[in-house]
């Protein structure tokens, strides 16, 4: 993907889905038709019509469907928009505004299923996107980067059971203050990022 952001919206059979596959992008999708098993990293669960999922990168994913739930066409359904990393650093050099916005999702190592008004508002915007064209669909990205962000409608798909690795937690140091070195960032909401209270974070820090 030569572009740092890719929107796609797909119909296909359901055997012609693509199988278990990793990347280095950011995964939003919404299956629009279909149902069935869907693999995130070790963790294996139904999926059903309206899921909205978003997958970070390098996690290895799936979305298996039934063959029997299809259109009169015989296909399923969805829609994928892939991020780069680099494309949510970006956004908030230009716009600083957005730099907590965006550092909530950076910080997180699982993906992730939008419930509620966060999952509606998520599904309206790539809506929009998809009769938009390209100039059209760049305010389209704040918004829906507002509904990825808001609001605690959301549920874990993989977790581990386990806090972070240290690595973890220093690529969740290095993206949290490359996103926010512009202003002032407070001890206070660097720990609550980062699930530490404010002397072990200290201590982090100095150790590392």
């Given amino acids: ?118 999952m509606s508002g998520i599904q309206a915007t790539l809506k929009k996107m998809d009769t938009a064209d390209p100039m059209g669909r760049v305010p389209l990205l704040f918004e829906l980067l507002g509904f990825m962000s808001a609001g605690t409608d959301r549920n874990l798909i993989l977790h581990s059971g386990r806090g972070p690795r240290k690595e973890d937690k220093i690529e969740m140091l290095r993206i949290w203050t490359t996103c926010n070195y512009h202003r002032r960032i407070t001890l206070d909401e660097l720990s609550r990022y980062l699930g530490m209270n404010k002397s072990s974070l200290c201590t982090y820090i100095r150790k590392h």
């Fill in 1 to 118: 993907m030569e572009s740092p952001i890719s929107f796609s919206h797909v119909r296909l059979f359901p055997s012609d889905q693509i199988t278990m596959h990793w990347h280095p992008f950011w995964e939003l999708s919404w299956v629009i038709r279909g149902h069935g098993l869907r693999t995130v990293g070790d963790d294996i669960e139904p999926f059903t019509e309206g899921d909205v999922v978003l997958v970070p990168p390098d996690c290895p994913h799936r979305w298996n469907f039934d063959k029997d739930d299809v259109d009169e066409n015989g296909h399923i359904e969805n829609i994928t928009l892939l991020f780069s990393t680099q494309f949510f650093q970006g956004i908030t050099q230009v716009f600083p505004e957005y730099s907590e916005a965006v550092s909530s999702i950076l910080v997180r190592n699982n993906a992730v299923q939008y419930r509620g008004v966060s």
